[in-house]
């Protein structure tokens, strides 16, 4: 494992917490350790992920195959690590084009770090995704409990951390911790088959779209900031009132037609077209009920598809504001 990175002399509340995260360069791991740093300070976290950030994060960074379990435990022995979080994963598309990857990376890395967080004591949490439920009898709506039937090696991976992480909570008490994640909306350019994202990036630089969803296909989506929040809220959350080990996290339910309406209030000449190529992956994806987490730890999302919007052009502002800033600075210099 080869380190690299700065220690901040951002001020923070002291603390016995001291945090890994694997798969820190993914959307989850680049939003959520700057978060991490700020509340627990940057010298308490430890990043590891087989591609260097394009940008370093202020906590100590280890260039590292997650594969390695050796060289992770010793991170964990060296660091005295108290809290785990396991965000590296092969995504569902790479999945499927190399399922061995997949299964070397979603299932027995899995296996090693619950094996390392019962034998270390860590505070394990794991994301896991609303594609448990893809082809679920559950057709409109999923209810935490609801049957979960994935038809992808990704969803099936999922499950399986799911059932493992309940099984070593009952046999030998591991305080782990899960959210299954909707479509997660980044504040940077994503080209897959959430449109939510790729949407509001084309609308700003070209003027159109095409949807790969019809239009009245709904989707349940939740901005990366809320997502980053609520999963250090149920990290940080009170075990004993815990009645569960994995939960649901709603989002915003939207379709690509409503999206389109309300970006035309901000780009009116914004055109978007459908087509129907993706609409059997949108209809076998029901939107996730999140039942226990306002009543367990106090999570509680109300976000509107105005609010969205209105939130995601704002930041499109900010770094437009940005690059004009920069541009001129360089014009100046020059």
């Known amino acids: 494992a080869e380190y690299m990175g700065i220690i901040s002399s951002t001020s923070f509340m002291e603390t016995s917490q001291h945090f890994l995260v694997t798969g820190a360069n993914g959307t989850i791991g680049r939003a959520l350790i700057p978060e991490l740093e700020k509340k627990y300070g940057a010298k308490n976290i430890i990043a590891t992920d087989v591609v260097v950030p394009s940008k370093l994060f202020n906590c100590q960074f280890y260039q590292m195959d997650i594969r390695e379990v050796k060289a992770l435990e010793a991170l964990v022995i060296k660091h005295k690590i108290t809290v785990l979080v396991h965000l590296a994963s092969i995504l569902m598309d790479k999945c499927e084009t190399d399922p061995e990857l997949g299964r ?38 999923a209810p935490e409990d609801c049957f979960r039937s994935p038809m992808s090696l990704y969803g099936i991976s999922k499950v399986y951390g799911e059932m493992l992480g309940n099984y070593y909570n009952m046999t030998v008490g591991l305080d782990y911790r899960c959210l299954r994640y909707p479509a997660v909306i980044p504040n940077y350019y994503v080209n897959n088959e959430i449109f939510v994202n790729e949407m509001l990036f084309k609308a700003w630089e070209e003027k159109k779209y095409c949807s790969l969803l019809s239009s009245d296909i709904k989707i349940c989506a939740i901005h990366i900031d809320d997502c980053v929040k609520a999963t250090i809220q149920l990290i940080e959350a009170d075990n004993a009132k815990l009645t569960r080990r994995v939960y649901n996290l709603s989002g915003v339910t939207v379709t690509p037609k409503e999206m389109a309406d309300e970006m035309k209030k901000y780009i009116p000449d914004f055109v978007c077209s459908y087509s129907s190529t993706l609409d059997y992956l949108g209809k076998s994806h029901p939107c996730v009920l999140s039942e226990s987490s306002n009543k367990d730890w106090g999570w509680a999302f109300s976000q509107t598809v105005p609010e969205l919007v209105a939130k995601m052009i704002s930041h499109l502002k900010g770094e437009s504001a940005k690059k004009n800033q920069n541009h001129l600075s360089h014009y100046v210099q020059s």
Do not use: D, M, W
């Open 104 to 141: 070397e990376i979603n299932i027995r890395v899995l296996e090693n770090i619950f094996a390392l967080s019962v034998k270390h004591k860590c505070k394990l949490f794991i994301p896991s995704s609303n594609f448990v439920y893809q082809g679920s009898y559950c057709q409109q709506t």
